[in-house]
């Protein structure tokens, strides 16, 4: 058989992952070793979840393979034209399962109300896509008159996924939410979406729009709900008592209007299937993170995000008593917790599984910083961001004064802190001991040309497949070291930029790793 041949058999059943598999066999055998091998991992990917033990493996290797096949990846599977389309753009952003499996159309004039134009994008659409394995549809910045269109044609049976990211400023504001909530009727009333698996609405629902798509008879595949909502507990309630929450494996409602009552709507009745819950950015308050702490509803919750909740510091502690949980990644970035609340962490059973933990962008201090190192219950971390928290020589020591740093394959410290002495970042350099790392991510911390010798002679250093040293003054002579050291069959990412280098460095740089590998201006 030939590429052509198994991609076409593909096409035709693109839910079956025998066929990628054996099309993984055949490209082995053809030498074609990274694409078989990112077709089994984003098989393997699709098929678990963050509760997986493999999840930190599959998602870092499946970085690295992004950036190896970036030539492929970056190919347009289909032959659509923008331009003649009236559009922006056309973009196929994501790939699953060894393939492309998503298209983003972004609308030129967003208030643009002409249904000619969308019936031509759903026969342009209802053309290629069954030549292919997309199965993800976004639509950007349409106006509402637009989508409705969309419910009168074929091609979303064609949809496994739908993004409807409205262009709203143009419509008033007491029309807007009224706009939204139609929409979201039409969608619970569409047959086409039968196999519907994943919904994204970036429109603001009210409790009418809400309830319009838990009691949707249509929406039977629905496992991975993505709203924009104000509605009431009234409406939330109704969501938590439908069929649909006994389905759900992801809930987001970031960036809502979510207050106790809510919250506790939603954990009165028992979501058996959620795995993901995601309340960042939403307007989550003391008394509502209480609340979820005191929930047994999520009895298979394996990934929390409450990033950017700014009462998160103060009620922290009550969120950490709920034993129910079997949390395996937590993101916390962005909620002002300082070294309290990273005591608290630390002490916390709760993290005793977590592989990924995110405390991006906090305000921890040295006493916080010691004791997450120290802590007993982190001994299955793996994925560490502990990116802007103000990082200076002491607290970077700190860092390394325990038993944390030997899990870790990834380990994000990027700072702001450019000034930081170069004898203090090489003393950190020496004390660090990273013997399982992957991915390290040390922007803004002045290591100087020391701190990167010190770094290339460390065992673990040749481990590294992704090394960011953006602003980091390694200088001419610390570049040469690095230059020395680099394996270019083992690093798979390097970032050098901003660090004034000469350009026959920078050139030297992109000889030894190749321009798609490597970020040096």
Known sequence: MSHEAFQQAIFNEPDDDALRLIYADWLDENNEPLWAEYIRLQCDLA??????????NLSER?????????DRIHTAPLTIDADELGLASISFPSWSRGFPDSIRLEQLEPYDTDAEQMNRICDRLETLIPQSTIQHFYFDDFHPDL?????????????????????????????????????????AQAPQLSQLRSLHLDCILSDRGLQALAKSSCLTSLENLNLWTSASP????????SPLAQR????????????????????????????SLDLSYSSVREDTIRALGQSNAFPNLAFLNLGLARSLSTALGDLLKNDSWKLRMLDLAHSDLGSRDAQLLARSPLLKNVHTLSLRGNVIGIQGIRALAKSPHLSQLRRLDLAYNDWDGNKLLALTKGELCQHLTTLQLQSSQAHLPFTEGNAFIKALELPQIRHL??????????????LVEKDWFQNIRMLNLRTCRIGKAGAEALLEALDPEKMVYLNVSDNDLPTKIRERFVDRLGEHRVIVD
């Not at 499946?62 to 970036?70: A, K």
């Open 47 to 56: 098929a678990s979840t963050p509760a997986s033990d493999r999840f930190v």
């Open 62 to 70: 499946e970085e690295e393979l992004t950036i190896l096949l970036t």
């Open 147 to 187: 989508i409705e269109v969309l419910f009168e044609r074929d091609v979303l049976k064609l949809a496994r996924s739908l993004t409807l990211d409205w262009f709203f400023d143009h419509v008033e504001d007491v029309e807007l939410e009224d706009r939204a909530d139609v929409q979201a009727e039409h969608i």
């Open 234 to 241: 009234v409406g939330l309630k109704d969501l938590a008592d």
């Open 248 to 275: 759900l494996r992801c809930l987001i409602l970031s960036e809502d209007w979510l207050d106790n009552q809510g919250v506790e709507a939603l954990s009165q009745t028992s979501w058996p299937r959620l795995h």
């Open 441 to 454: 991510m040390l922007t803004g911390n002045s290591l100087g040309a020391r701190g990167v010798k010190t």
